[in-house]
């Protein structure tokens, strides 16, 4: 697969630096210097969509203002507020995160990428991302918008399902990072892939790459191929009905409890005794991932379901 001459990284990096400069998006967590504001954003990042977290970032910042009060409150508090974003282990690790950085790391956040990857829920890309965001560290970033701006511009893509390997695209990122400048650009790359260089429909006439992209006029549209290897029930992906389990201890303030047979009749109203094994599972998945208890009844009729 072909790709672009080395020589024209500096270009590269310049060029899109300077359309960042105009046309990046301005987002209430960039350009702050405060570690937990940042850390919030990251981690409800991952997995949510800019609009939606640009909703609900201020309102979890209300509830939980510092590192401390989030580590201070009861985890079935953060799992409430949490609400609406998705994803629920996320309330629980970040919950967590905030604990051992209260406890072991004297409230901040730790700079060297080992200790970062330590932390619950924190990953390759998260750990890089805040030694840049947090630290301004000139390190590469890859997130799912990185990766394609990076395979499109630098190899040949066949079609816009097509990505390269992780391995070189790491690779690339830690070639292109500009000395001094690693923040804003790993801002710029994912506004490229967010803005421009989109997954289905990338924006090739007027992309300011485009003269340097190796994808520009090959690049075939098609649609992604759909891989599940969820777990359906009645057509729906159980991990729809442990958002839906959550969201109704949530709404019960998850503290008195739920009679099992009752969650399981309001997130699939043609629940019968048939379904229990099914229930059950689930039950057993989120009490395993912290975020709820039961009280372990010898009969499934008697259990009692709660926020953890
Ligand atoms: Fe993506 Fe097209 Fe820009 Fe290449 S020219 S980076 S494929 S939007």
Redesign the pocket.
């Known amino acids: 697969m072909q790709r672009a001459p080395a020589h024209t990284d500096a270009q590269v990096v310049r060029t899109i630096l300077r359309w960042y400069a105009r046309h990046g998006r301005r987002l209430p967590w960039r350009g702050i210097g405060d570690p937990y504001r940042i850390l919030i954003a990251e981690i409800m990042l991952h997995q949510t969509q800019v609009n939606r977290v640009l909703l609900l970032y201020p309102v979890f910042l209300r509830r939980f203002p510092t590192l401390s009060s989030l580590a201070g409150a009861p985890q079935s508090a953060v799992v409430i507020a949490w609400r609406g974003l998705g994803y629920n282990n996320r309330a629980v690790r970040l919950h967590k995160l905030a604990g051992m950085l209260v406890r072991d790391f004297e409230g901040a956040l730790p700079e060297q990428i080992n200790e970062l990857e330590r932390l619950p829920g924190i990953g390759k890309y998260s750990a890089h991302a805040l030694a840049v965001s947090v630290h301004r560290r000139d390190l590469p970033v890859v997130d799912v918008n990185i990766k ?2 990076l395979s ?2 630098f190899w040949r ?1 066949p079609t ?1 399902a097509d990505l390269r390997p992780e391995k070189e695209i790491w690779q690339r990122a830690e070639a292109l990072v500009p000395r001094g400048r690693g923040y804003p650009w790993m801002q710029a790359v994912m506004d ?2 967010a803005t ?3 997954a289905r429909t ?4 007027g ?4 003269q ?5 006029r090959t ?1 075939v549209r098609v649609r992604p191929p759909r891989i599940t290897k969820e777990s359906l029930m009645a057509g729906e992906p159980n991990r729809i009905y442990r958002g839906r389990i959550i969201e109704t201890l949530r709404s019960s303030k998850g503290h008195s409890g739920i009679c099992a047979v009752t969650l399981g009749k309001t997130i699939y109203p043609r629940f019968s005794h048939r379904n229990e094994p099914w229930l059950r599972r689930l039950l057993a998945g989120l009490e395993k991932d912290g975020l709820i208890r039961t009280n372990n009844p010898p009969s499934f009729r008697h259990c009692v379901v709660r926020l953890a």
């Open positions: 394609r701006v499109r511009l893509m816009t490229l892939g421009v260089c989109t990338p924006a090739c006439p992309c300011p790459v485009e340097f992209c190796a994808s520009v690049i």
